[in-house]
Every structure is written in structure tokens, then in C-alpha cells.
């Protein structure tokens, strides 16, 4: 069931009618609903159930406070990729020894943090970073939990931006090099060599491409047990796909049954090779988390007819959601007053000076300037990448709860946008 239904000819988010949110806070507004919020970590965490299993929720894809402190009430752990994320997590009441730390170009500074808030693990992507995270270590006289980032190099069918584990990409450590590059980690003092990770690639409908990966994983773990390297735990990463409404694209794997299917295989692995024994599992799934439970609500300012298109100007733009901007990604538009009326053809754009500002194109929309559209499954990657291009401050955020609405960021004012700059005095 969505959480995102008409009552009555109106759009609501579970209990509460857009255009009383619209009322109320003003759009472009950011509208989640709690309800799948929990219901999507729960898919997660019930199929982990009696399992040494975390679900970190990687959080690049929405950091929301409150989005934060709903999931770490709920035991969820959390995947960062900057010291910002992991002060965001502290600040949201979630457990910093539930974390682990990704990204390609982690500095001293944030290693330090990360150390002295005693992190689950750092997950490395690269020679020079196991050194630079073993003397940070070392100067603070501690040990750092280490898992490689390892590229499977398996083809996720992805778009290319999104696509992380190819021999091509930035992240991770070839396959060819991984083993050398464990013994080299094993040897240094600072570091304690927990792990082994893969993330290969984001927006992935058919699970078959994740579970190929654990596969090359488990092999490098039975070969480094051989050598005298034993893991405590194997990150899976995250990247599975949500429903976005494209037609005639296949539905994605749920996330029960992809968890579900790991546990088959490392249970296999257990069976077959007598091998994997207490071998923890950890998840890192963003947008499969947040995606669907939110929605961007924007009002049409114009509608404008051009000599070849139609054009509903709305007042959220490219700043506030960037996907289709960035990957040509098709979002949904939806009214949110039904109406049984097809509507003109047009292409949804805000109000930015650059051609590349588009939400939608080439859609049937019954709309007229004034009236109120979604943009549905925009809670992932959206509020996340939003930015003050044209000294456009950030949409508003609030959650829904059944009846109830909870501002959780408000609109920002146009004097913040420029509070943190001053002109040359002479
Ligand atoms: C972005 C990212 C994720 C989450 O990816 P989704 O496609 O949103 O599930 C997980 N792990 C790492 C390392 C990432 O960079």
C-alpha cells in the first residue's frame, strides 16, 4: 500500500491533504511520510532477524535529522561518507560505533574524528589511504577497523554515473590487487584488518548482479582464510532499486527477498565449504530506504506555450531535485487534484537560468497556473543534493504522521543564504 493515495480527489500524504501542507509551509516542500519510512527499514531488518547482520543506512541519500534519529531508534546503524555525515548522526541521537566510513578521499581530519568516535570500521578504497589511515591511528594510539572495498567488477546495468564497481571506476580496490593489498594491511601496526566490502552501483532492479558480487567477495574471504586472514564480517553494500514508475520498466526485487537471498548463499558457503562461520553481514541501502517515502510539492507559476512546447513552470527547480538535471532520470508528475482530464502535453520546468533546469518532460498534465503537482519518489537523492543555485534557498522538509505534520527543516530565508560572506573593506 502507498502512503500516498487520493481521499476524496485529493492527494494526501497518509492522513493529510497536500494542499494543507502547501498552505501551511509554502512549496517547494519536501513531504515524507513516516510510515514507509519504517516500513521500508523493517523490510530490512525482519529479514535479518536472528541473524549477526547490521543494515547500515547509507545516508548520503537523505540526512534529514529527523530521518536519522526515526531509523536509529529503530537499531539501524549507518554508512557516512564525510565527518559531516558523522557529527549529522551523532546530532540524530544514532551510535557512532554503528558506523562505517566510505568514500574514495577521507582526510586526516575526518579519520581523527571517526577514530576518536570509536567507528565500527572505515571501509578503505585504496593503498595510500591504508597509510594515511594507519598513522592517523598510530599518533592517536589506536587501532583502526579496516575492511577493503573490493571492485567485483560486475556490470550493475546501470546508468553510468551510478555504476561504482566497474574496472573503470574510482572506487575500490581491483580485484586482481586485492589480496596483495590485504597482506599489506595486515602488516601494519595501527590497523586491524575486520572486513571486506563492494558497493557496485546504485538504482538496480534485478538483485542478480549484487548476489554475483557476494559471490566474488566469498572467494577472496576463503582465500585470505587460507593465508591466515580471517574477516569478521562482509558489507554487501547497497545500490538495490526502487519503483520510479517508468513504463515497462521491471519491478525491483523487494528488499526482504534480496536479503533473504543473501542469507541463502552465505548459508551455501557455510554448507558447502565449512567455511563463513560467524561471519557478520552488513547492508548499506540508501534509496531503498528513503525513496519512495517522499514526495517534492510544487506549485505551477506559468504555464507558458512555446513555438514547438509546452512548458508548466513550476516553483521547484533543478537546486532542489537534480536527477533529472544529472542522469536524465525520469521522475513522476502528478496532480494533486484528480482529475479524470488527460491534459496538454508539456515540460515540467522551474524557474533557473539554464536549459539543463527540466523535472519532467514530454507529460500529459492537466494543470493551469496556481495548481498543485508532485513529484512522487523523490525522497532519495533529492533534498540530499539540493543547492542555492540562483540564490534560491532550500525547499522546506516536513513528515507526516498519520494526522499530524512535523516541520523537520524549515524554508530557508534569503538573508542566510549570504550571511557567511562580506565584501572587501579598504
Ligand atoms: C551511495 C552508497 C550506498 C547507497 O546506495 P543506494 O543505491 O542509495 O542504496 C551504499 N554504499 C556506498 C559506499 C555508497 O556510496
Not at 20 to 32: K, M, N, R
Request: proline share 4%.
Amino acid at each position: 500500500m502507498s502512503h500516498f493515495d487520493y481521499q476524496n480527489g485529493v492527494l494526501h500524504a497518509e492522513g493529510v491533504a497536500l494542499p494543507a501542507i502547501a498552505e501551511q509551509f509554502g512549496t517547494p516542500t519536501y513531504v515524507y511520510s513516516k510510515a514507509q519510512l519504517l516500513e521500508n527499514f523493517d523490510a530490512y531488518a525482519n529479514a535479518c532477524a536472528g541473524r549477526d547482520a547490521l543494515v547500515c543506512y547509507a545516508m548520503k541519500a537523505n540526512s534529514n535529522l529527523a530521518v536519522l534519529n526515526l531509523l536509529a531508534q529503530r537499531g539501524a546503524g549507518f554508512d557516512i561518507v564525510s565527518g559531516g555525515e558523522l557529527l549529522r548522526v551523532i546530532a540524530a541521537g544514532g551510535d557512532p560505533k554503528k558506523v562505517i566510513f566510505s568514500g574514495v578521499g577521507k582526510s586526516v581530519d575526518e579519520m581523527r574524528l571517526a577514530l576518536e568516535h570509536d567507528i565500527l570500521c572505515f571501509n578503505v578504497e585504496s593503498i595510500p589511504e591504508l597509510h594515511r589511515l594507519n598513522d592517523v591511528a598510530g599518533a592517536l594510539g589506536k587501532k583502526a577497523r579496516v575492511s577493503l572495498r573490493v571492485n567485483p567488477n560486475v556490470d550493475p546495468k546501470t546508468h553510468p554515473y551510478i555504476a561504482t564497481g566497474l574496472k573503470a571506476s574510482k572506487f575500490g580496490v581491483a580485484f586482481s590487487d586485492a589480496l596483495d593489498t590485504y597482506r599489506m594491511a595486515a602488516q601494519l601496526p595501527h590497523l586491524d584488518v575486520a572486513g571486506i566490502d563492494c558497493h557496485i552501483g546504485s538504482q538496480l532492479l534485478d538483485d542478480a548482479p549484487l548476489l554475483e558480487a557476494l559471490d566474488r567477495l566469498i572467494e577472496l574471504i576463503d582465500a585470505l582464510a587460507a593465508e591466515g586472514i580471517h574477516l569478521h564480517h562482509v558489507d554487501v553494500g547497497g545500490g538495490l532499486g526502487i519503483d520510479y514508475g517508468v513504463a515497462g520498466e521491471e519491478a525491483p526485487a523487494p528488499a526482504g527477498d534480496y536479503v533473504t537471498r543473501v542469507f541463502r548463499r552465505v548459508d551455501a558457503w557455510r554448507t558447502e565449504r565449512h567455511a563463513g562461520k560467524g561471519i557478520k553481514v552488513i547492508f548499506e541501502p540508501g534509496r531503498s530506504i528513503v525513496g519512495n517515502t517522499g514526495v517534492l510539492l510544487t506549485k505551477v507559476e506559468f504555464i507558458k506555450h512555446g513555438e514547438e512546447k509546452n512548458f508548466c513552470i513550476v516553483d521547484a527547480a533543478m537546486n532542489d531535485m537534480a536527477r533529472p538535471a544529472l542522469y536524465e532520470a525520469w521522475m513522476a508528475m502528478q496532480p494533486v487534484k484528480q482529475t479524470s482530464a488527460a491534459g496538454a502535453v508539456f515540460d515540467v520546468v522551474g524557474p533557473i537560468c539554464e536549459s539543463g533546469d527540466w523535472l519532467a518532460r514530454d507529460r500529459a498534465l492537466p494543470v493551469e497556473s496556481g495548481d498543485l503537482l508532485v513529484m512522487k519518489t523523490a525522497g532519495a537523492y533529492g533534498m540530499a543534493m539540493a543547492s542555492n543555485y540562483n540564490t534560491r534557498g532550500r525547499a522546506a522538509e516536513v513528515i507526516v504522521d498519520g494526522n499530524q505534520v512535523h516541520l523537520v527543516r524549515r524554508r530557508e530565508t534569503p538573508a542566510e543564504l549570504f550571511a557567511l560572506e562580506s565584501v572587501i573593506k579598504d
